[in-house]
């Protein structure tokens, strides 16, 4: 499973916009596996991952990390 870096460390949210330059260098990083509905490990960098899947907004040109549900953040 693919780890996102994402800028924070508030693990509670319903999602997550992954436009910080870490994050997209992630996403970039795994070519064509980068496909909506895949899942990853969203990584704030704490020790802590959250399992989420994505989905690509082309109205604001971004990735967007949905957690899955029943995770203790």
Not at 10 to 21: C, D, K, S, V
Not at 54 to 65: G, K, Q, R, S
């Amino acid at each position: 499973m693919y780890k996102i870096s994402i800028p924070t460390s508030a693990l509670g949210r319903t999602e997550y916009w992954l436009h910080h330059p870490r994050s997209v260098a992630d996403l970039e990083a795994m070519g064509e596996a980068l496909v909506a509905g895949v899942r990853v490990m969203l990584d704030p960098g704490t020790g802590e991952t959250l399992r989420a899947w994505l989905h690509f907004h082309a109205e604001v040109n971004c990735w967007i990390a949905y957690p899955e549900p029943n995770q203790a953040p």
